[in-house]
C-alpha cells in the first residue's frame, strides 16, 4: 500500500510541475562559489562554471575585445569583508561583480560596482561604476581545466593569489591585506586592558611568526610563563624567539623543557618540531663558539 501511495505522489508532483511549467533544468554551467581566509580576511567569489566540451575557449566562446563575465550565467560576484589592495588600487569592504576584458596578450578585469547585471553586461556595462581596472597577462599551463575554475593559492597573513583557470589558459591576481596593522592595534589595546598569560602568549606568538619584535616578543612570553606556569607551546614559541636572536643555549634550554612537557602530554608532533630544533640549534651552537 505505502508504494502506491509513493507513486501516486510523484506523479502528482511531476503532473502539477508540468501543469504549471515549472520543470527545473539543471544548469549546463553549474554555480559554484569559493570562500578563503587570508589573515583575519574573508573573500568570496561566487560564480558559474562553464566547461570547454571541445570549443575553442579564448579568441572563440571568448570573443577578444569584448567583455566577458568571468563565468556564465549571472556575473559573477567578489565580496570582502575587510579592505583589500590589489595590484596599487583599494578595494573597500563589500561585493563587486567582476568583469575581463581579454585580449591575446594582456586582459583587463574590472572590479565592477554594479552587481545587478546578467550575464556580461554588453548592452547595460557602465564603465563609470568600475572601481578601477587592473592589466594582467595570460599564461599558458601544462595541465588541461576542462570547467573554468577560481581559487586561491600562495596564502599568508597579508595576502594571497587569485586564480583563474579554463583550458590551458591562467590568470593570476595578487590580493594583499593589512592583517599586520590590525594584529598589532590588537595586540596593542589587549595588553593595555587586563592581559592573562594566553594574551601574551598570543600576542609572543603572531611577533615570532611574523619576525617581528623579537625582543619585546619574548619579553611577552615570558609574562606568559610567568602567569601560565610551564606549558609546552609558551616553551616552544620562547625557544624560537632565543634562536632567532643567537641565543642558542637558551634555545635548547627552552625546547627540550618544551619537548619534556609535550611527551607527558602525548603531544608527538610537538616532540617531533623540538627534537629537530635541539639537534639543529646545537650544531648552530658549536659553529658559532
Excluded at 596593542?188 to 602568549?201: K, M
Excluded at 609558551?234 to 624567539?241: A, E, G, H, I, Q
Aim: charged share 25%; aromatic share 12%; proline share 3%.
Amino acid at each position: 500500500m505505502r508504494s502506491y501511495c509513493g507513486i501516486g505522489t510523484f506523479v502528482l508532483l511531476l503532473f502539477s510541475a508540468t501543469i504549471s511549467g515549472q520543470i527545473r533544468h539543471p544548469r549546463a554551467s553549474p554555480s559554484s562559489s569559493v570562500s578563503q581566509d587570508i589573515g583575519l580576511t574573508t573573500i568570496t567569489v561566487e560564480y558559474s562554471r562553464p566547461a570547454v566540451r571541445g570549443r575553442q575557449v579564448f579568441g572563440g566562446l571568448v570573443p577578444y575585445g569584448r567583455i566577458w563575465r568571468v563565468g556564465a550565467n549571472e556575473s559573477t560576484k567578489f565580496t570582502t569583508n575587510t579592505e583589500v589592495s590589489i595590484l596599487g588600487n583599494t578595494l573597500e569592504p563589500g561585493t563587486y561583480a567582476l568583469y575581463a576584458f581579454p585580449e591575446e596578450a594582456t586582459w583587463e578585469v574590472a572590479f565592477h560596482r554594479n552587481t545587478s547585471h546578467w550575464g556580461d553586461g554588453r548592452t547595460a556595462y557602465d564603465p563609470s561604476e568600475d572601481v578601477f581596472r587592473i592589466e594582467v597577462t595570460p599564461r599558458n599551463e601544462a595541465e588541461w581545466q576542462e570547467n573554468f575554475l577560481i581559487s586561491f593559492d600562495s596564502i599568508h597573513h597579508n595576502g594571497a593569489r587569485m586564480n583563474w583557470k579554463w583550458g590551458y589558459t591562467a590568470v593570476n591576481i595578487p590580493l594583499e591585506v593589512d592583517t599586520r596593522k590590525t594584529m598589532l592595534d590588537t595586540i596593542g589595546i589587549s595588553l593595555e586592558e587586563d592581559p592573562t598569560a594566553q594574551t601574551f602568549y598570543e600576542a609572543a606568538r603572531y611577533l615570532q611568526e611574523e619576525g617581528l619584535e623579537s625582543e619585546k616578543a619574548l619579553e611577552y612570553v615570558e609574562k606568559a610563563i610567568d602567569l601560565g606556569g610551564d606549558t609546552y607551546y609558551f616553551y616552544r614559541v620562547r625557544s624560537l624567539l632565543q634562536a632567532s636572536l643567537g641565543d642558542y643555549k637558551g634555545a635548547i634550554s627552552s625546547a627540550e623543557r618544551s619537548l619534556q612537557l609535550a611527551e607527558a602530554e602525548g603531544k608527538d608532533e610537538f616532540v617531533r618540531m623540538n627534537r629537530e630544533n635541539v639537534k639543529k640549534w646545537k650544531k648552530w651552537e658549536k659553529e658559532n663558539r
